[in-house]
């Protein structure tokens, strides 16, 4: 069986989601919980090794756009997973992606994009306008668009208010565990405004703490893609292979 490696502390509460998902889509895979409690044979766990890294240290680097020090970070954080025994590994964030493909290319394993796992995830329900919710990082920066683009899918973001407005909650709320009802209609509120502006025909939550607010599947016509739910759905794959 092959054992996952995960990027986790970015943040902490998405990692904490990444290994509830994982294990139970993987004991789902296998079977469900009743057949492995009737067979102790059966394997009823994935192995998976998550490495948390320091989130205050990569925001600092990343808000002053020191991507030097960020990507080699990150780079070495990679190669203490596969010295662990990580067959692959993931980052449990999107912000990160911003330097996935100099960490690709540096990284002694396999390492799985949550951003190609969500192109394939949208080509797949035919979506070809979809808006992207996350960091300002996330939005502002074209590692999903580059991505996209290359199937035919426009990605679109909020305007530079509404973006300011999704970060900041990010960054004091979700990143702290804060879910309020508010911060939950205000961003459906932006959601409905590029339904009519923008005519988007989905949404992604390019933050894996966006789900944690935006737990519906969809809105007005409008599906949520949950990237952090499709990047579980790749690593198990990649576990069971």
Known sequence: MKTAGIIGGIGPESTIEYYRLIIA???ERQGGARAHAQDARAPSYPAIIINSVDLTRLIRWITDNELGPFTDHLASE???LARAGADFGVLASNTPHIVFDELRRRSPILLISIVESACDAARALGLKR???FGTSFTMKSSFYKDVFSKSGIDIIVPTEEEQAYIHETYMKELLNNIFLP??????IEIVDRMKARDDVEGLIL???ELPLILRDAEHHGIPFLDTTKIHVERIVAELLS
């Open 78 to 80: 990679i190669e203490r």
């Open 130 to 132: 979809i808006g992207l």
């Open 206 to 208: 390019g933050g894996t």
């Open 25 to 27: 889509a993987y004991r």
């Open 182 to 187: 508010e911060t939950h209609d205000r961003l």
